[in-house]
């Protein structure tokens, strides 16, 4: 949606919607988020039309008390749980997958979405090796803030 918005593509409605994705980011994350899934599927609807690929993603900080199925109109499907560091994006992507030598005892614990199951709880052990990898091993160095990492709970609308 970013490259048609950048290049003057999208119709008013669309552009609208983007614009309120934008507006709407959470201060937290670097997701943005959109409230109305109503208006998520009559865009989703434009692009299925243009034969691009997209789906609702729908996704929980594990940390906060507020449940976001329940803004739902769709039930939906938590896949598991991904580790997110503000300003530095997904601990899984940015050290398990990109260096799984180094994070070796964590690659089996993924499911099959590339993501750790529910009943995890990975952030002090995602940390603790975080720490012991030293800056010379070329893997982001994530800030070792508690209050900057989030469990994320993943999932997508049905």
């Known amino acids: 949606m970013d490259e048609a918005h950048y290049a003057g593509a999208l119709p008013e409605e669309v552009e609208a919607f983007w614009e309120e994705l934008n507006r709407t980011k959470l201060s937290w994350c670097d997701f943005r988020l959109a409230v109305s899934y109503q208006k998520t599927k009559a ?8 034969r691009e690929k997209n789906e609702i993603c729908a996704i929980q900080c594990g940390d906060r008390q507020s449940s976001s199925s329940k803004a739902f109109d769709s039930p939906v499907q938590w896949l598991g749980i991904d580790v997110y560091v503000h300003g530095y994006g997904s601990v899984i992507r940015g050290g398990v997958f990109q260096r799984p030598d180094l994070f070796s005892e964590f690659v089996p614990e993924l499911n099959r979405y590339g993501l750790f199951n ?11 090796r975080c720490r012991a990898i030293s800056p010379g091993e070329n893997v982001e160095l994530f800030p070792q803030e508690r209050e900057l990492w989030q469990q994320v709970l993943v999932g997508r609308s049905l």
Not at 43 to 50: G, H, N, P, Q, R
Not at 118 to 128: A, D, G, H, R, S
């Open 43 to 50: 865009v989703l609807s434009y692009f299925a039309e243009l």
């Open 118 to 128: 529910l009943t995890e709880k990975p952030i002090p052990l995602l940390m603790e």
